[in-house]
């Protein structure tokens, strides 16, 4: 088979699994449909599709499977929203999923924390893990009124050392809606950060700072038999990205939330160095390609997919990508590091 045929088989077979997973007519069919999914990165992969093509038909295979869900076990008058790297269109085989709603007023929070609980014991059974952090519509704290959830990002604003607040608005930032709506998130995170200086340099702070995990040489060099390139890099392009885009004021609430259209909207507004951009989207791309390729390898042998790349036996090309990517995003962060 040719590259150009392989690569439309490819794509014919992911069209094909989100149209299955959408028109899932119960959680057994769903389930059955939601198998498609590993295999259709592994085909992408196979054809060298490129890693923010492959990220975005992960993630947006998983958002078809969460609309279906709830879908599955409606409740009326509740949107929700997928957060973190399905949010920004970037998830692979291994990340997990964790969710949000809003409310309209009046409707009772215990019957959308059950509503969210079935749902994510469904996408559990389709191979689609909930956030170990809990970031889950079965939680109180992720299912608000659009009143709600203003009062409490004008209080994580305010007093952005409590309560996780950092964290809140950081995966707010990244929400996006579940199924056909593409209505942005109901409270704007940028506009309630536009007003409070303090709230914004915590966040570049933590965006900036000079992470540890950063420095691959004990793993590169065996000291440690395996080395995780999201913990290592990707986690820390991501922060700075989303930081330094909720600094540009110009940008519009619907905006693409991925971590590429972020480093270029900052260039165009100034907010990073034309230079530093390319250097973060650089190595996004070639460190997600290494995280691509290693999850495929895994799926093809009939291992779960995980972000842990065995030292031994990793290509010296391979560790020379994650050295040299984890020295440049070190030396973008330290040159914008906030005090």
Known sequence: MSVSAARAAAHAARGAASRRIATAEDDDALVAAC???????????????????????????????TARAVAL???????????????????????????????????????????????????????LRPDPHHALVSQRRFVRTTADWATAVRGWVRNPFDDSAVIMLSLLADATAVGGSASPFSVDVRAALSGDDRARRLMGREATRDYPRLRLRDSLFRRVTTVDPKDTVISAIVSLARWVDLECADTPPDAERSTPARLSRAAASGGLREDDARTLARAFDQVQRIRITHQADRLRAGQPADDLLPVVGTTPVTRSVLASAAREVTAVRRGLAIP
Do not use: K, M, N
């Open 73 to 127: 076990r409606p409740e009326p008058e509740v949107e929700w929203f997928v957060l973190g790297s399905v949010g920004r269109r970037e998830s692979l085989p291994s990340s997990d999923v964790e969710t949000a709603a809003v409310i309209a007023d009046g409707v009772e929070v215990g019957r959308v924390t059950a509503q969210g609980a079935a749902v994510h014991r469904l996408l559990g059974r389709c191979g």
């Open 35 to 65: 198998a498609a999914i590993a295999p259709v990165i592994v085909e992408l992969e196979a054809v060298r599709e490129s890693p923010i093509d492959v990220a975005a038909a992960h993630a947006d295979l998983v958002r078809t499977a």
